[in-house]
C-alpha cells in the first residue's frame, strides 16, 4: 500500500493537528498516511476524560498553563505535549483494520523503542506506576519516567495510530497534569512524567522519519 509522507512542518494549531487524523480516516483514499511533527501546547482529553465531572475544572487547569483543550477519538486519558514533543499520527485506510490491534501496539512499541535505544536511551516497553494515560506498551526510560505513549483508533475504514515522544520540556507537563488528573480523579505520580531531554527534538524527528521510511520501501 502507498504511504503518503505529510508535511509535518506546519500545524493549523491544536484543532485542526486534533482533527485531521480522523479526517483522513473517514474521508482519504485508501492508502496510509504518515504526519510527524512538533504541535504547539496542546491537552488531549479522551471522550472518557469528558465523562467525568471534573473535566471542565480540568480543561481551566490546562487552559492556565497554556495547553488548548482538544477532544481526540483515540482512547486513554489526558495527554499533554508541547513544542517540545515529537508527535505521530498514522493513518491507514484497510478494510481489514479491525484485525488485531493489540498486535499493532506491540509492533510499533518495539519500533519506537528500537528508534529510542539507537539514539542512546533505556527505552523499556511497559507501563510505569502512576504514570498518565497508562498503558501496557508506554515506553519509558530506565523503568523510572513515561517518555512515550500511543493510542489508537479503529474503524471499518481503517485504524489511526497516534504516538507522543516527549523529547524535552517535561516539568512544564507536571503541573498542569497533576491538577487536571486531580479533577478527573484519576490516579498519578507527577515523578513519573519524563523526557528524553538529552536528545534534541530535530534528532528524534529524524531518526522516526527514517524508520518509517523502511514502511514504505
Known amino acids: 500500500m502507498t504511504v503518503v509522507l505529510l508535511d509535518g512542518s506546519q500545524t493549523g494549531g491544536p484543532s485542526a493537528d486534533a482533527a485531521l487524523g480522523p479526517r483522513l480516516l473517514r ?13 504547539a501546547p496542546t491537552a488531549a482529553f479522551s471522550r472518557r476524560d469528558t465523562l ?15 495547553f488548548t483543550p482538544v477532544l481526540r477519538p483515540q482512547g486513554g486519558t489526558l495527554a499533554l505535549y508541547h ?3 515529537v508527535v505521530v499520527d498514522h493513518v491507514c485506510r484497510t478494510p481489514d483494520a ?21 539514539l542512546g536511551v533505556d527505552a523499556r516497553i511497559g507501563a510505569v506506576p502512576g504514570e498518565y494515560c497508562p498503558g501496557e506498551y508506554s ?3 530506565g523503568g ?9 483508533r479503529v474503524t471499518r475504514d481503517g485504524w489511526l495510530f497516534s504516538t507522543v515522544f516527549q523529547v524535552t520540556g517535561a516539568g512544564r507537563l507536571r503541573a498542569p497534569l ?11 505520580d507527577p515523578a513519573t512524567v519524563g523526557a528524553l531531554e538529552t536528545v534534541p527534538v530535530e534528532a528524534v524527528t529524524a531518526a522516526l522519519t527514517d524508520a518509517y521510511s523502511m514502511l514504505r520501501a
Do not use: W
Request: overall charge positive; some cysteine.
Open 178 to 188: 497533576t491538577a487536571a488528573y486531580a479533577a478527573l480523579g484519576y490516579d498519578f
Open 52 to 66: 467525568r465531572p471534573g473535566c471542565p475544572d480540568a480543561e481551566e487547569a490546562v487552559r492556565a498553563a497554556g
Open 83 to 85: 513544542e517540545g514533543s
Open 27 to 39: 474521508d482519504g483514499a485508501d492508502r496510509e498516511y504518515l504526519r510527524i511533527f512538533s504541535p
Open 144 to 152: 523510572a519516567v513515561k517518555v512515550v505513549g500511543s493510542a489508537q
Open 98 to 118: 479491525s484485525r488485531d490491534p493489540v498486535r499493532r501496539f506491540r509492533r510499533f512499541a518495539a519500533m519506537h523503542a528500537a528508534v529510542l535505544t539507537g
Open 139 to 141: 515506553i519509558n526510560a
